[in-house]
């Protein structure tokens, strides 16, 4: 049982550590965690639960962060609900 954990934890991180109202619209087991790494991003880091910021940035990494929120850290990296921007 560990084991499985730990394979998931590569692909996905821990699910537990989110409130479920974050990904309301969609059942968070079926998130394509490594392909819609930018609206994954984008949708943790508009709601500024800080222990989800968190657990978002040990999984994808500082550069991914930076490259979608513009900044590459957790404390005070918010997004406004429903921005646009375009990424380069």
């Not at 109202?21 to 394509?32: A, R």
């Not at 989800?52 to 850290?73: H, L, M, N, P, S």
């Amino acid at each position: 049982m560990l084991e499985i954990k730990k394979e998931q934890l590569k692909y996905r991180p821990d699910l537990s550590l989110f409130r479920k109202t974050i990904f309301w619209d969609t059942d968070m087991e079926k998130l394509g965690w490594q392909k819609q790494y930018v609206s994954i991003i984008k949708r943790i880091f508009e709601r500024e639960n800080e222990q989800e910021k968190k657990v978002v940035f040990d999984f994808y990494g500082k550069d991914k962060i930076k490259q979608v929120t513009g900044r590459a850290t957790v404390a005070g990296n918010t997004l406004p609900i429903m921005q646009t921007s375009k990424l380069s």
